[in-house]
């Protein structure tokens, strides 16, 4: 058990010190091509973090959407603008005290947070038992999650599939529904 | 990008088990993590990968924009519809129990229906997405990177 956790430390320490360094690449570099690449490795080493905290069904969809869908796309972008990011026109001193007291804010309010994984946590002791009791009743399926996404909460995820079509209307909007001269090329493959 | 002939090779094989995979974590998702959203996601990540291997011209081929537009709508309204078949029952809307006689099945039978709209309408809508910002891009050589 020990072995266990300490193992699961050091992964934490691992997994959190690449986070560190690819989010100051990320803020170093100027090439845009490799800041998607490295916002990726982000979401990746994200990922691999909510693994360790037993959290699959969010690991999942980092790992599918934040590493995979978003890079595919913020790299669709880049191709129409250019690939090399300005340098900055004014100080970075301001930004950085703003960064710097807002962090220093988070971390003097974590102190208050009680203690991690703790049983008497009010995360554990508010609604999760109810649904963990419920659903092997209830609902009769081993993931809690699925039970909670799309029975107990489902009105919450329906909303959630209609903010995804509306990002497709809004893109779709801004871009055209697809390029007018592709539009003819398919137009005329149908004919064929 | 005919002179990958890795590319090719390697997308050919990975291709049809994402596919399949993507299947198994929709409909496994009641027992297994995943479920429509991971789902929809991993099935167009099939179809990007297409797309990157063999052009967008051949993705828009097999995947017509605007049937994807279609589907998208129509997965949302699957999981709207639902809610609305419920109440037309006697339930509340997105009541699950409205739809089998056993209660415990009832809300399978939900959760079932429910996650195929999700899955349906956000790898439509991925998928869109990308060939939105894709189609629109002038042609670019390997070098241009």
């Known amino acids: 058990m020990t072995a266990n956790v300490i193992g699961i430390a050091i992964i934490d320490i691992l997994l959190f010190t690449f986070l560190v360094i690819t989010a100051i690449a990320i803020v170093r570099v100027r090439n845009l091509f490799a800041v998607a690449m490295l916002a990726g490795v982000f979401s990746l080493l994200s990922a691999g973090l909510f693994v360790t905290l037993d959290a699959m069904d969010v690991a999942f969809t980092e790992a ?24 900055p026109s004014h100080s970075v001193f301001l930004p950085l005290l703003v960064c710097l007291v807002t962090g220093a804010a ?23 038992p109810e649904y963990l009791q419920r659903t092997p009743e209830e609902i009769g399926i081993p993931n809690v999650v699925a039970a909670v996404l799309a029975s107990y909460r489902g009105f919450d995820t329906m909303g959630e ?32 | 990008m005919e002179h990958h002939s890795i590319l090719r090779v390697v997308s050919k094989l990975l291709i049809p088990p994402m596919l399949v995979f993507a299947l198994y974590v929709q409909f496994h998702g009641e027992y297994s993590p995943g479920g429509g959203f991971q789902a929809g996601v991993v099935f167009a990540a099939a179809f990007i990968l297409y797309s990157l291997v063999h052009g967008i011209d051949a993705l828009i081929k ?10 998208s709508a129509v997965g949302a309204l699957i999981f709207a519809g ?48 990308f060939i939105a910002f894709a189609s629109h891009n002038p042609r670019l050589d390997d070098k241009d990177w």
Do not use: C
Request: glycine share 10%; proline share 7%; hydrophobic share 50%.
């Open chain 1, 161 to 192: 599939v209609f903010v995804v079509f509306a990002a497709l209307v809004g893109v779709l909007l801004l871009l055209g529904a697809s390029h007018p001269k592709r539009d003819d090329d398919v137009a005329d493959r149908e004919k064929e």
């Open chain 1, 106 to 128: 988070l971390i003097y309010g974590t102190l208050d947070m009680p203690p991690f994984g703790a049983a008497d946590n009010p995360i554990q002791t508010h609604v999760a």
């Open chain 2, 82 to 129: 639902t809610g609305v078949v419920t109440m037309l029952l006697g339930e509340p809307f997105l009541g699950y129990y409205a739809l089998a006689e056993n209660p415990v099945h009832a809300q399978e039978w939900g959760i079932v229906i429910v996650e195929f709209g999700v899955g349906m309408t956000v790898a439509s809508v991925m998928l869109s997405l």
């Open chain 2, 62 to 71: 097999i995947v017509p924009p605007r049937a994807l537009h279609v589907f």
């Open chain 1, 64 to 87: 599918a959407v934040g590493a995979g869908i978003s890079t595919v796309l913020m790299l669709g972008t880049l191709a129409l603008t250019v690939r090399e990011e300005k340098p």
